[in-house]
């Protein structure tokens, strides 16, 4: 399965169930806002290995709310200790989606540890995250979005043809803040 696939069944999955969707930086962050740009989705720009944490802290920010965050796995190599986060704080409204196409596709695709030995399900599992699963197609993509914990998609190298992302970051914040915060008291 193509990355732009998987992304484009997380961001009707993540519509239908009304979720915030905090986007990797790269590629992944493009096609996401080439496959449905909406202003539920924060797309993360020059902020590698943060997109667990953020949508984690959105979570815990919002426990009303569903929150996704889409992550690679060079980013998730180089935040580990997300992971012991998420399990430790166990949300059941936050799922993070590890695509793991085994490099780092948005710098010229140079292989990461999980082309070869290393496994982020496994990484998950012995964080102590309760809820861990691996999809390779469509359709077990589909089933897992509504869970919690990680999700491991295994992806084709390889981006889309897709166009840069036409906002500033402080267009991105302030469009997704609209939508994300909580109302405020009436007085």
Known sequence: MRRIEAITIITREAESQGALLVGNIGYPSRELYAVGDRPNNFYMLGSMGLASSIGLGL?????????????????????????????DQANENYLLVILDNGCYGS???????TSRRSDL??????????????ATTASEVQSCMKGKGVLVIKVEIGNAEVGVIPL????????????????????
Request: hydrophobic letters at 45%.
């Open 107 to 113: 710098t010229g695709s140079q292989p990461t540890c």
């Open 121 to 134: 399900a496994a990484v998950a599992s012995g964080a102590g995250v309760s809820e861990v699963k691996v």
């Open 59 to 87: 979570a815990l920010a919002l426990p009303k709310r569903r929150v996704i965050a889409i992550d690679g796995d060079g980013s998730v190599l180089m935040n580990l200790g997300s992971l012991a986060t998420i399990a």
């Open 168 to 187: 500033s970051p402080e267009e991105i914040m302030g469009k997704f803040m609209a939508i994300s915060a909580p109302p405020s008291p009436s007085s």
